[in-house]
């Protein structure tokens, strides 16, 4: 029986698509979680799905977008608590094909390129201090828990 102490954390990745200086975000809306405010592509696992994998599939679904697994480049770990363990993944990707769009109406409102030195005032909390860490070179950050 497992130790009920381990600590279980979920796995979500996160795209840093790269444009020069430019990072891609989108505007969330009827979500239920950050509605209005801009985020990196991002998304969970699904069953027997590698991280890269989901990275890959989730690029497609959410942008349109079609990158390849080997041109990720792991840029930031975040290690955040909302209420459970959170294990953020963030992979920057500087090659792709095709051109941004808005393939879920639904949860976004639109696709946009901004600067890493000029983010949106309003972001989804832990994307930004992962973009900021991410800029500023630093691989890994942690949010969130009680010391």
């Known amino acids: 029986m497992a130790n009920e102490k381990n600590q279980r954390a979920q796995v979500d990745v996160h795209l840093i698509l790269r444009r020069g200086d430019d990072v891609l975000l989108g505007q969330r809306i009827n979500t239920g979680f950050g509605d209005g405010c801009w985020h990196v592509p991002s998304g ?8 890269l994998g989901t990275l890959v599939r989730e690029a497609e679904e959410e942008t349109g977008v079609i990158i ?17 363990g ?8 500087t090659h792709w094909s095709g051109e941004p769009v808005v393939t879920e109406p639904d949860k ?14 309003q972001m989804i909390p832990y994307g930004r201090q992962a973009l900021e860490q991410y800029a500023a ?9 009680q010391e």
């Open 137 to 145: 070179g630093e691989l890994y950050s942690e949010r969130g828990w």
């Open 44 to 51: 969970h696992g699904e069953d027997h799905e590698s991280s």
């Open 108 to 121: 976004c409102a639109a696709w946009e390129w901004f600067s890493l030195d000029a983010l949106p005032e």
């Open 86 to 93: 959170r294990m953020a993944l963030f992979f920057e990707v």
């Open 68 to 84: 390849k697994a080997k041109q990720a480049r792991l840029a930031h770990v975040l290690h955040h608590w909302t209420g459970s």
